[in-house]
């Protein structure tokens, strides 16, 4: 018995002291001058990212431009290499220099040709500022290596359609309706592909159903508006300007839709 | 005939700019001549930030967004 206690005394003490000293730091792995370097740069890397993903979070552009252009600077390997170069465009484009944005996501796609968010940014930034062109060329590389990707079909077929290439537009418009069916705004789009063509009455058939998929669509509304009044139907007309100046979140669309409803 | 169209084009897009209602009137002229000048739907939205580790993994909201074969996983415009 006593023999016990003394034991479990023993255990207790033994525990407790365990408790008071905290683990011993774990000896280095290599005293190697070029692994401690490589592993400090690692570290920074590490650091930069962190700091630099939570300020793009928070929407502080210019703190974040600061940490991946660092994160840049060391040139971490791929991935990373052209994750920093992808996150630095993000913050170049959101600061409104978008020549820079363009380069690092080329930079970034140099690096890893197959990297798809980084393709879609180079499209939706072309594509923002008007350089149809380069968006065009943006469009294709993106759709050769991610045939399958919406939204790489939907960029191409908004980058041709703005161009006038109306060929290719159809044929985006109408896979991207054979992958998803129920998208609006892909019927929209083929409607005006329509429209431009002078085929007014599949133009009506797109239109139709992306009202019935999206009643409250004001845009496919008001086309559909302008078409009717060209076939003659004011009175049909009038609604469908009526209901789109109803709808329209767009303070311009909708000040269209009332001047054309007026005045029929 | 191209760069006319052009113009008009460009012409609704100011129009639309402004918001006005005196441009509005203008701008509904010029869509009834040329209903072919409608706007097309919105572009896509940027994709979003992309951490240290995540291209490395599954995990990449970006990357799945940019090969989604849906639009509501693409995050693709409603309009």
Not at chain 1, 43 to 52: D, M, N, P, Q, S
Not at chain 1, 117 to 141: F, K
Not at chain 1, 209 to 238: C, I, Q, S, V
Request: aromatic share 4%; proline share 5%.
């Amino acid at each position: 018995m006593a023999v016990a206690s003394v034991v479990a005394l023993a255990a207790v003490t033994c525990s407790a002291a365990a408790q008071n000293y905290s683990r011993p730091t774990a000896p280095p792995r290599t005293t190697d001058a070029g692994a401690l370097a490589a592993q400090a740069r690692d570290r920074l890397v590490h650091e930069r990212f962190l700091r630099g993903v939570a300020a793009e979070e928070r929407g502080d552009w210019s703190a974040a431009e600061s940490e991946f252009r660092s994160a840049v600077a060391l040139d971490p390997p791929e991935p990373k290499g052209s994750s920093a170069r992808y996150d630095l465009a993000l913050a170049e484009t959101h600061l409104g220099r978008d020549d820079a944005a363009v380069t690092l996501l080329q930079e970034a796609l140099h690096r890893d040709p197959r990297f798809a968010a980084a393709a879609a940014n180079l499209v939706v930034i072309e594509l923002r500022r008007g350089n149809l062109p380069a968006a065009r060329a943006a469009a294709d590389r993106y759709l050769a290596f991610a045939p399958d990707s919406v939204l790489a079909r939907y960029a191409r077929g908004l980058a041709a359609l703005k161009a006038g290439d109306l060929a290719t537009a159809r044929a985006d418009f109408r896979a991207l309706i054979g992958a998803d069916p129920s998208y609006a705004a892909a019927h929209y789009d083929l409607a005006l592909v329509e429209l431009r063509a002078g085929r007014d009455d599949t133009a009506r058939i797109e239109l139709d159903r992306a009202l019935e998929l999206f009643p409250a669509y004001a845009r496919a509304r008001f086309a559909l508006g302008t078409l009717l009044m060209r076939d003659g139907r004011r009175a049909d007309a009038r609604v469908a300007f009526d209901r789109a100046a109803r709808d329209a979140a767009d303070p311009a669309l909708r000040a269209l839709a009332i001047d054309l409803r007026d005045r029929l | 005939m191209a760069a006319m169209r052009e113009i008009l084009r460009m012409a609704i897009a100011g129009v639309l700019a402004l918001g006005a209602c005196a441009g509005a009137a203008v701008g509904a002229e010029l869509l009834l001549d040329d209903p072919a000048a409608l706007v097309t739907s919105a572009p896509p939205a940027l994709l979003g930030p992309i951490t240290e580790t995540g291209r490395t993994g599954w995990n990449c909201a970006p990357e799945r967004a940019a090969t989604a074969k849906t639009a509501a996983a693409a995050g693709l415009p409603h309009d």
